[in-house]
């Protein structure tokens, strides 16, 4: 099937550092990566929708200089939180799908990354 | 606006049971497709099954299955014969439109457990 990597998988970072995650399609060309915060027990909260070579689609209330997203190739996109702080502290997810007759009407999840903001 | 309904948050079943949840979803769109996701204590997000809104049978995958009632906008997953793997949380979506690179709006989620 479909694989999507992430990297890191956990994170701790102090207050005010940026980190920066990647999000991989390992066997086919995304054309669009999303991403997504999840806190505890909750629902997935889409964050931005990235197409390749375009600036990210930011959802309402999202804010776009704090979380910088790249999409910079058709299998790699990063989400960068900068000057992290602890209330930034959750779980990222990325996720990919494709316009092209492989894996149509899917859309294929990362393993999650693991932030914490001391 | 597009929105899905989740009303169970907690399931028991017990092994070897089927289990349904129950999804319900709003849309002013023709075309759209639901999808139900997997989520396990490890946080990965397993795509089980896909139904498109044109389509005239409902979408089964191995022990899984999805109810589609058009009509009255349900899309309510059931998982036959349980076993001790399928405890987890589940997570129904809907994607408006025909685009594959739409957006998600997900439920609120149903934590499944399974008894031995």
């Known amino acids: 099937g479909a694989v999507v990597s992430q990297h890191p998988s956990r994170v701790i970072c102090k207050s005010g550092t940026s980190v920066k995650i990647e999000c991989r399609s390992l066997d086919f060309q995304a054309t669009t990566m999303f991403w997504y915060r999840q806190f505890p027990k909750q629902s997935l909260m889409l964050m931005a929708t990235s197409n390749e070579g375009s600036k990210a689609t930011y959802e309402q209330g999202v804010e776009k200089d704090k979380f910088l997203i790249n999409h910079a190739s058709l299998t790699l996109s990063t989400l960068t939180v900068t000057s992290a702080h602890p209330e930034d502290s959750s779980f990222y997810i990325c996720s990919a799908s494709s316009t092209g007759t492989f894996k149509r009407n899917t859309q294929y999840f990362g393993p999650g990354t693991r932030l914490t903001v001391l | 606006a597009q929105k899905i309904t989740q009303t169970q948050p907690g399931m028991f079943v017990q092994e070897k049971e089927a289990v349904t949840l129950d999804c319900t979803y709003d849309t002013s769109d023709q075309s759209y497709g639901l999808f139900w996701y997997k989520q396990p204590s490890s946080g990965e997000m397993i795509f089980l099954i896909y139904q498109g809104s044109y389509d005239e049978q409902n979408a089964t995958e191995g022990r899984y299955s999805l109810n589609f009632q058009k009509a009255r906008k349900s899309a309510n997953l059931v998982i036959s014969a349980s076993q001790l793997g399928d405890s987890a949380m589940y997570f129904c979506?809907?994607?408006?439109?025909?685009?594959?690179?739409?957006?998600?709006?997900f439920g609120q989620g149903t934590t499944l457990q399974v008894k031995p």
């Open positions: 979506a809907m994607r408006e439109g025909k685009s594959n690179t739409g957006k998600l709006i």
